[in-house]
């Protein structure tokens, strides 16, 4: 079974620090996204990556940054945390398939910037 | 561009009655659509896929390309399915798929 972790729960932060949000996948897929989880927004996609050292915009980029610097790993970076980025974050990952491969995805991480 | 629309934001029915999730979607390509459920407390999983054309927990969704929707069905809604769903296309992008969800239905049955 497809294990994707993130690596906390809940966060809280203060305003203007420099967030680290981790997320490992242990089934070697190709493909990894962040999105956040909003009420009545639904998820909306912040960066994703489909290799090593990859990564491309999603619809709601400004304000984040990601690594891959490892096929299983995936950071998701706030460099000035603001509180309008208090939200629930989702990992995902999916293999390389053409556009029909599921997304299998984690716990979320619930940030509440103060 | 791609998009998914879901105009409801809840959904209450009883016990036994049937359910329809609404779901439309917006895509210049040929779409691969997905149904996501999200249990209380649990983490985002997948449903179902237009692609399997497979009835999972008794729902069942038919992609229309000329109304352009990916509606969801259950013909008796039972306790176990109050949950929130989401409606998604999969398109193709750079070197990769990229999911687009919708904004998601709330679905309460009440005995």
């Known amino acids: 079974d497809v294990k994707v972790t993130q690596s906390s729960r809940y966060l809280v932060k203060r305003t203007g620090e420099k967030v680290f949000l981790e997320c490992v996948q242990d089934?070697?897929?190709?493909?990894m996204f962040w999105y956040r989880q909003d009420p009545g927004l639904g998820l909306r996609l912040i960066y994703f990556?489909?290799?090593?050292?990859?990564?491309e915009k999603g619809d709601i980029p400004e304000g984040y940054s990601v690594s891959r610097e490892k096929k299983e790993r995936f950071s998701l970076i706030l460099e000035s945390a603001s509180t309008n980025q208090t939200s629930m974050y989702l990992c995902?990952?999916?293999?390389?398939?053409?556009?029909?491969?599921?997304?299998?995805f984690g716990n979320g991480t619930r940030l509440t910037v103060t | 561009a791609q998009r998914v629309t879901q105009p409801e934001k809840l959904l209450s029915v009883f016990k036994g009655a049937p359910v329809e999730l609404k779901c439309n979607y917006s895509y210049s390509g040929s779409p691969e659509l997905f149904w996501y459920v999200q249990y209380s407390r649990q983490r985002l999983q997948l449903l179902l896929r237009?692609?399997s054309r497979e009835s999972i927990k008794g729902f069942t969704a038919d992609l229309n390309k000329g109304e352009t929707s990916f509606h969801l069905k259950k013909p008796f809604a039972q306790e176990e399915d109050s949950a929130m769903y989401y409606c998604a296309l999969s398109g193709l992008t750079g070197g990769g798929n990229k999911l687009t969800f919708g904004t998601g239905t709330q679905l309460k049955v009440e005995l």
């Open positions: 237009h692609i």
């Open positions: 995902a990952s999916s293999p390389t398939g053409g556009n029909n491969s599921p997304l299998h």
């Open positions: 089934m070697d897929h190709e493909n």
């Open positions: 990556s489909y290799d090593v050292k990859m990564k």
